[in-house]
């Protein structure tokens, strides 16, 4: 069975700075996707960005990006020019791409404040 | 269209009552997840519908669990005989069916169950 470990229970970050949040993973697969999900108090889990494994190329979006090591089974997301709006839970989390196993394998959660 | 919806909202019931909680996914979803966000498990996975296929119920606790999806669109998870353990966040999902399993699942905003 798959594992996420997030080791980051919780990080802070000062506004317009940069954040690296952690995560490594355990697989015997050697395709499927990792993702990152944000999840402000309004419990709505929005995707921030995802990766596929057989892609060596590190996913980017806006100000977040991801440095992927598939040797390491490591999956960190930076955050860059850190905005007030980032502040929320975020969740790491894997998925099978074979098979019949579509569901989300999710870590245990970075809380990641921003201060003004 | 519209996102992901799910009611009610909150939902406080006692011990022992059945609860019904209602999912809505985004028009054209053909694949369904239920996950259950609690303080000490985290986030994990009970249900993934996909089609007319039989539902996957491998992370669904316990029999008092129980899941429907009709007519390939809305789902209903029921709880029988509510324990105070079954106090947490009830998620939904819903996503694409691509092959090679790129697709990218997209969240509802949640039922939170209290059981008093």
């Known amino acids: 069975a798959q594992t996420v470990t997030q080791s980051q229970p919780e990080m802070s970050v000062q506004e317009a700075e940069t954040v690296t949040l952690s995560c490594t993973y355990d697989?015997?697969?050697?395709?499927?996707?990792l993702f990152w999900y944000k999840q402000p108090p309004s419990r709505q889990m929005i995707l921030v960005i995802r990766?596929?494994?057989?892609?060596?190329q590190n996913a980017t979006e806006n100000r977040f990006s991801v440095n992927f090591q598939k040797a390491a089974k490591s999956f960190s997301l930076k955050i860059s020019d850190s905005q007030l709006g980032d502040a929320a839970m975020y969740f790491c989390?894997?998925?099978?791409?074979?098979?019949?196993?579509?569901?989300?394998?999710f870590g245990s959660g970075t809380q990641l404040t921003v201060l003004p | 269209g519209a996102g992901v919806s799910q009611s009610p909202s909150n939902k406080v019931t006692e011990k022992g009552k059945d609860v019904e909680l209602r999912c809505d996914p985004i028009?054209?979803?053909?694949?369904l997840y239920w996950y259950r966000q609690s303080l000490g498990q985290g986030l994990e996975f009970l249900i993934y519908?996909?089609?007319?296929?039989?539902?996957?119920k491998s992370g669904l606790p316990s029999d008092r669990f129980s899941a429907e999806r009709t007519g390939g669109s809305v789902s209903t998870l029921t709880i029988q005989r509510t324990q105070q353990e079954d106090s947490a966040v009830y998620l939904c999902?819903?996503?694409?069916?691509?092959?090679?399993?790129?697709?990218?699942?997209?969240f509802g905003p949640g039922t939170r169950l209290l059981v008093l």
């Open positions: 989390a894997y998925r099978s791409s074979s098979g019949s196993a579509r569901q989300l394998t």
């Open positions: 028009s054209g979803h053909t694949a």
């Open positions: 697989t015997s697969e050697s395709d499927y996707y």
């Open positions: 990766q596929e494994a057989y892609k060596q």
């Open positions: 519908f996909q089609g007319n296929s039989a539902p996957d």
């Open positions: 999902a819903s996503s694409r069916t691509l092959a090679g399993g790129k697709e990218t699942q997209y």
